[in-house]
């Protein structure tokens, strides 16, 4: 399976917001930021989040909306990586803090996400 998931695993001040900005810039990146951030708007648009998750964004809490995406990021990667199509490549950031590990070492298992690390020295 062509991988069309890239997650940039890094932590605050690193450039990452630049990073993901010029890999969209060139090539074929779909840059979609800090969708699993509970503190920040998540970038799925509630099309998508209903047709992931089968309910629509209003009828759920902020809390509720960020323990659902965050407990099934899989899910949601797979979905936006599905429906960017074989020619795109969907890049999300993560910070340590948006999921946890757990949850973190399935992503970095499955056979359908890339990933690198960026950090400041």
Do not use: W
Request: with cysteine.
């Amino acid at each position: 399976m062509k991988k069309r998931i890239l997650l940039m695993i890094s932590r605050p001040r690193t450039g990452s917001s630049y990073a993901g900005e010029l890999l969209s810039k060139s090539g074929p990146f779909d840059y979609r930021g800090e969708i699993f951030n509970s503190q920040a708007p998540y970038n799925l648009k509630p099309a998508e989040f209903a047709e992931i998750f089968g309910c629509a964004m209003n009828s759920m809490s902020a809390r509720e909306q960020a323990t659902l995406v965050r407990e099934n990021a899989l899910k949601v990667l797979s979905y936006l990586g599905a429906k960017a199509g074989e020619q795109r490549v969907v890049v999300v950031k993560l910070f340590e803090n948006h999921l946890s590990h757990a949850v973190l070492a399935t992503l970095v298992a499955s056979a359908e996400v890339a990933c690198f690390a960026l950090d400041r020295a």
